[in-house]
């Protein structure tokens, strides 16, 4: 008897908990993912860090779910970069706009440190709590680069690099000692169209001035008690003080559920057909370099290959039941004949079925190449992207090496053998040959940019010369063709392929578990796209490499410094 009594209760608690009132949850301290794991290793690192794409489609869903009454987001932790703040700050606003309570809570908007970013996500909520213990940082935009010349040549060591042109300014940091007017005058003015835009989000979401909004920035940053005044928080509160007034507010019943949850459990509950008639996302994430995508065992991030990246877009285009293709791109560049190859597939691809390029945080130098033949392409205004440009050089260690003692000699066949050798700068001719190598991928990328986009070559220069824009900025010029985020894409590709609106989306490559294990029967195969763990890829000192401007895997890189979190 209390046997079937207690089956009789537990069958009651499911079926409510079907029925109750839903208040989704966010917890962003773990940060976001851009696309799937691609390996087992991906898939352990990002167990706690819920997908964007999850949370984008399960808000989406949201907005018409009767049972969803409310959204909590907890911001603060991991910092995110500001083109995805922007895709959820419009989740977050269409959300809103279906008349279902949104609320922010956060520890702190940044703890001795700068939370303007931050904030702003937070200003799309009809609700904004701040514990009273924590603080607004609401300080403003920097770009900061520090420039390494003095203290190599006090080491001893030297840095010859060439580079096209004048904004391509990744290797001032070891051969100049100060900004130079290109590289001051475009650092300028990402920081005034970023701060533009993060001044009219913020004053919308608090309705606010846009005057006073930049009063209080040169004022901040805020205490709690000091931000309340100031309006630019709702209350201060702690995490069960939060909650329960949420729960007041959607009803006592209420049961709390992650976005990513809800998501997967409702993509489950409305499984489209295996031959429907769909759109694949494809994900580009990570520098780019020749070969298969890869992970490194010590951590620092992914790289996306040119096999896998290629064979990818190849298995969407033959597949007759892909209509579209959303090109997610979130990268700084890389190697310049990886992106090439990647380019030419987005070419071919394009020929049969429209190709739309959604643009992350990151899509530059390299990024921006394997996107600018696409349909259309889709940036965030935060979105850093351009930096049409190349170089190339290297280090110089004689002198370091003559002051510690050490001898180099060298034994070589071929006048240029030992070009790249660290032990010894370039001789005239070589120069010259570094110097027609920079101008080969320059005409080759401009070229392209004029061709995809549209523009006299002279136009494409005159965008080109290494220099980096906003997304805003780009969507002015002609190098980007809307502003928006992966949703707005999506639905661009839906619309163009003639497919309805709920059309169902395919991440790819799809593979099942069986191609996963047994691997790739040849390049053409599916399972050629998968990713892998390699053992050779030095994740954190690549990450460093890149931080400090290294040419650690390509020409076409934009240097780590550039990122606004």
């Known amino acids: 008897m209390d046997a079937g009594k207690a089956i009789i209760e537990t069958v009651e608690k499911l079926r409510q908990r079907r029925t109750a009132p839903l208040i989704l949850e966010l917890d962003l301290t773990e940060g976001l993912t851009e696309g799937p794991p691609a390996d087992p290793l991906a898939a352990v690192l990002s167990m706690r860090k819920p997908r964007l794409a999850d949370v984008l489609s399960g808000l989406k869903r949201a907005r018409q779910d009767p049972r969803v009454k409310a959204l909590v987001v907890k911001i603060g932790g991991q910092p995110l970069g500001l083109a995805m703040v922007q895709e959820l700050r419009q989740a977050v606003i269409h959300f809103r706009a279906s008349g279902k309570l949104t609320v922010a809570f956060s520890e702190s908007f940044g703890e001795f440190g700068g939370g303007t970013v931050p904030y702003y996500l937070a200003t799309a909520f009809e609700r904004l709590y701040l514990q009273p213990s924590g603080d607004v940082g609401l300080t403003g935009v920097a770009l900061e680069q520090r420039f390494v010349k003095g203290a ?264 240029n053998a030992g070009m790249f050798s660290t032990s010894r700068g370039f001789s005239p001719e070589q120069w010259e040959r570094i110097n027609a190598w920079l101008d080969r991928i320059y005409d080759d990328f401009v070229g392209k940019v004029a061709q995809s986009r549209d523009l006299s070559r002279e136009r494409a220069h005159e965008l080109a010369r290494g220099r980096v824009w906003t997304g805003a900025d780009a969507r002015s010029s002609g190098l980007v063709d809307e502003l928006g985020g992966l949703e707005d894409a999506l639905a661009m590709a839906r619309k163009r392929a003639g497919l309805a609106e709920d059309a169902p989306v395919r991440t790819y490559p799809r593979l099942n578990p069986l191609e996963r294990l047994r691997g790739p029967e040849s390049s053409e195969d599916r399972s050629a796209a998968l990713a892998r763990i390699r053992m050779d890829a030095w994740g954190p000192l690549a990450r460093l490499s890149a931080e400090l401007g290294l040419p650690a895997v390509g020409p076409l890189i934009l240097p780590g410094w550039y990122t606004i979190r």
Not at 220 to 243: K, N
Not at 298 to 314: P, Q, Y
Not at 359 to 370: E, N, R
Not at 382 to 405: D, H, M
């Open 152 to 415: 190599l040549e006090k080491l001893g060591v030297g840095f010859e690099a060439g580079q096209r042109h004048e904004y391509k300014t990744a290797p001032n940091t070891f051969t100049q000692d100060h900004m130079t007017d290109p590289h001051r005058e475009s650092m300028a003015r990402i920081v005034e169209s970023v701060t533009e835009t993060l001044v009219a989000g913020i004053a919308d979401g608090r309705r606010l001035d846009p005057g006073k909004v930049r009063e209080l920035v040169d004022r901040g940053p805020f205490t709690a008690s000091e931000a309340q005044e100031a309006g630019l928080v709702d209350g201060l509160a702690y995490r069960d003080e939060v909650y329960d007034e949420l729960k007041r507010a959607a009803g006592d019943d209420a049961h709390l559920l992650y976005v990513s949850r809800y998501a997967r459990g409702a993509a489950v509950r409305k499984l489209p057909h295996p031959m429907a008639d769909a759109v694949a996302l494809v994900h580009a994430t990570g520098m780019i370099r020749t070969g298969r995508s890869g992970r490194s065992p010590l951590g620092g991030g992914g790289a996306m290959g040119s096999d896998t990246i290629s064979a990818a877009l190849r298995a969407a285009r033959r597949d007759d039941h892909i209509k579209a293709v959303v090109f997610r791109v979130d990268s700084p560049g890389g190697s310049y004949v990886a992106s090439d190859t990647v380019w030419r597939e987005v070419t071919l691809t394009r020929k049969v079925k429209p190709v739309i390029v959604s643009m992350g945080d990151l899509a530059a130098s390299g990024g921006y190449f394997i996107s600018m033949a696409a349909d259309v392409i889709v940036a965030q205004p935060g979105t850093l992207t351009g930096s049409i440009g190349v170089y190339g050089g290297k280090p110089v260690f004689a002198e370091l090496l003559e002051k510690v003692g050490v001898n180099s000699e060298m034994v070589a066949e071929g006048a």
